[in-house]
């Protein structure tokens, strides 16, 4: 049987004002867990919002899970009101993940909340066998750079408010490395218009990429088709794949990006 | 005290009275990594059509207060595969099999009737929610006549035991169970999800790009515990009750009000063990209140 079941919260740490960091008890039976993997965590045990909210490991060691939360609705704002010490009801390790591939030339894409799950990849990719590049892009202050910073060869910074950083997209620096760097493997999580133009950069270069997708989900494992990517199918064909099973980690060419 | 908890829903024998409503429970293949199937009474499967069927494109989902409008659009892999891939599985449990089936007319209603009468199903539930081709569209279970064309027609298509979904969106209940009941079904399931709509306020569009969906959830239980009421005291055939079950008082609130037994749907969502859950709580229930056999329950309204 998988994990559905409690654990206690033994750290909590506010990064912004509306970006908290949660650290979990490591239950066994959660098993094996892989960076780009989520739980499905019930918000409140008052059961309203009544869905579980699907939320990304951003790190993890053999006692504790970390999860980084941007407050957005009713149901974050209840999952950052919990206090240390209170126990939350989750289940997971859910979705695939990351698949870590043996790679000389790494790089790895965040884009806002997205970094969250970039970090917990970053702190298990192996070392030092690979050189990690790293493009992070915020809105306002960075956050949870950190862990990039003190593991990756070269890290730029995007912000699209705050001084003393780059200005843009981070495409941009995408589009210039590529030039000069041979990337075995691109990851990245992001807003949606961020992963489509990161996709159609890296499959015009031939360059493989892992892009961690987000959808509004129910379930979580896979049975009630509520959250679905659009992928490849043959040569001329799609089909609607499960975002929460047989994702949420879908490389590059294979996802089709609607334009709305 | 040992509890009875087998129940008869007019051929159809389950050995409790809990089942998964289809649409929420796949083939049951996600939730057996949570819980043991086979404690069980059914499981209704995803609702199937002749040929696969890939579902809707772009947002699927809507959350609201203490439900969800569904918009996914029957993605299923088709009654063939049905057949060859999941009824295998699902045979390897204790429990019974509702194969819920789906059609853009009449003529394919009876087609998949025929095939599963062929195949190893325990139970054909026809869903008559779905569009009317035919009609303009129109759901086949809101307008008396088709339902009266649809029900005796599958009804002569298959000797498998007969269930028949009724949907909420209309306006008299009451008198579409009759028709069905009069057409020969063995057994009702009420209801289906209430037809609903939400609006992203910032887009000024529908959240749902279908425009509207069904609505579920502990938000619809009050609307489905009335009509499953109403349909007790109109028909005679056993009822499999549903409509935002989340607990067991929720399930033996709609035994009260006249089902038979009862199915548990979006709740699978939000508590994987909804069903083991409600069933232990229902098994208290009877401790508590002296029944013997759960069927005493049914209708045992004062």
Known sequence: MRFDGFSKIVDKDWIQDDVVMISIERVAEMGEIIPGQFFNIQASAAGYPMLRRPISVSGYDEKTVTFTVKVLGAGTKQLSEHRVGEVIKLMGPLGNGFERVKAKKVLIIGGGIGVAPMKGLIEKLEQPSSEIDVILGFKDHPYLTDSFRTRCQRLALFSETISGFRKGYVTEALEEWIKTTAYEMVYACGPLAMLRRVAKTLNEAGVPVQLLMEEKMACGIGACLVCTCKTKKDDFNFKLSRMCKDGPMFYGSEVIFDEN | ?302
């Open chain 2, 1 to 302: 005290m040992k509890t009875n908890l087998c129940v008869d829903l007019n051929g159809l024998v389950l050995k409790n009275p809990v089942t998964t409503a289809s649409g929420t429970y796949g083939f049951g293949r996600e939730y057996g990594e949570y819980l043991d199937l086979s404690l069980l009474g059914a499981i209704s499967v995803k609702g199937l059509t002749l040929e696969p069927r890939e579902g809707n494109e772009g947002v699927r989902i809507a959350e609201t207060p203490m439900g969800m409008i569904n918009s996914v659009g029957l993605q299923n892999p088709g009654v063939h595969a049905f057949i060859e891939h999941e009824i295998p599985f699902l045979r390897s449990h204790d429990l019974k099999i509702i194969a819920n089936i789906n059609g853009n007319t009449i003529e394919e209603y009876c087609e998949m009737a025929q095939i599963l009468d062929h195949a190893d199903v325990d139970s054909i539930e026809l869903n008559i929610s779905c569009p009317n081709v035919k009609n303009g569209g129109l759901a086949f279970g809101t307008n008396p006549k088709v339902v009266q064309e649809v029900v005796s027609r599958v009804r002569k298509s298959t000797s498998k035991h007969l269930m028949v979904k009724l949907s909420p969106n209309v306006t008299d209940i009451k008198e579409i169970a009759r028709i069905v009941e009069a057409e020969g079904a063995d057994c009702l399931s009420l209801i289906n999800t209430v037809s609903g709509m939400a609006i992203d306020i910032y887009k000024r569009r529908t959240v749902l790009k279908r425009g509207s969906g069904g609505l579920s959830g502990p938000a619809i239980k009050p609307i489905a515990l009335k009509l499953v009421n109403d349909v007790y005291h109109t028909v005679k055939i056993p009822i499999l009750g549903m409509g935002g079950i989340a607990t067991h008082e929720d399930a033996v609130e709609f035994l009260l009000a006249g089902a038979s037994a009862i199915a548990v749907g979006t709740a699978n969502f939000s508590n994987p063990k909804a069903p083991v859950e409600i069933l232990e709580g229902i098994q208290r229930y009877m401790v508590q209140m002296g029944y013997s056999s759960v069927t005493q329950i049914t209708g045992d309204l004062k």
